[in-house]
């Protein structure tokens, strides 16, 4: 079945540093994947797509990089800071239909 | 503010009874979703319309859950009986079909808590 795998443990970093979550998927052969950030009680937010055809993609302190091979993605935020705490979410399209499947999610707290 | 706009944001209620909820998207947005999200967990599919037309429906809906997008701009999503298990957050969200990103914008949900 197709699965969608996130770190389901919070992750805890010092500010300043970088924070690096990981997003694993089997049975997709995703075209593009997206990362979005979902605040407490908000709904979520995008942030980037890479497309399969991307190794990197960079947006301010944002990194994402796609491994069609490994089935994996991962971001990157670098210097980070108190305001980046939040729960980070990657998701991808099933199929041809346009539904967007999302991973469970990776709580971030980075702590001044 | 032209964003997703959900309502109401909070709705309590008791077992067996039913609920709507509805959503207002982006106007020049034909794809119209919604999804449902427990603690902990991330969003979890509903449905989805593009204009009126329902084009999937997750086989987790029971028959309880209905959506409609009458004149393919707003949606409701109503539950009927609501069990203690339908406790959620109903979020909505839309894209554009032609935008090749199809990245969705997220209302703020709509909070459920059945009694």
């Known amino acids: 079945s197709q699965k969608i795998e996130q770190n389901s443990e919070a992750l805890n970093i010092q500010e300043g540093k970088t924070a690096t979550l990981t997003c694993n998927y089997t049975n997709y052969s995703p075209a593009y994947l997206q990362w979005y950030r979902q605040d407490p009680g908000r709904g979520p937010v995008f942030l980037l797509l890479?497309?399969?055809?991307?190794k990197e993609k960079r947006k301010e302190r944002l990194k994402v990089t796609f491994d069609t091979t490994l089935k994996q993605s991962l971001f990157h935020i670098t210097a980070s800071q108190p305001a980046d705490s939040a729960t980070y979410l990657c998701?991808?399209?099933?199929?041809?239909?346009?539904?967007?499947?999302f991973g469970q999610g990776t709580t971030l707290q980075v702590k001044p | 503010d032209t964003g997703v706009s959900q309502n109401p944001r909070h709705k309590i209620t008791k077992r067996g009874q039913n609920v709507t909820f509805r959503c207002d998207p982006i106007?020049?947005?034909?794809?119209l979703y919604w999804y449902r999200q427990t603690l902990g967990q991330g969003p979890e599919f509903l449905t989805y319309?593009?204009?009126?037309?329902?084009?999937?429906k997750s086989r987790l809906l029971s028959d309880r859950f209905s959506a409609e997008r009458p004149k393919g701009s707003f949606s409701t999503l109503e539950i009927q009986r609501t069990e203690q298990g339908d406790s959620a957050m109903y979020l909505c969200a839309s894209s554009h079909r032609l935008v090749y990103t199809g990245e969705l914008f997220f209302g703020e949900g709509s909070r459920l808590t059945v009694l």
């Open positions: 319309f593009q204009n009126e037309a329902q084009l999937e």
């Open positions: 890479i497309r399969e055809n991307e």
């Open positions: 106007s020049e947005h034909n794809r």
């Open positions: 998701a991808l399209l099933s199929g041809n239909t346009g539904k967007l499947i």
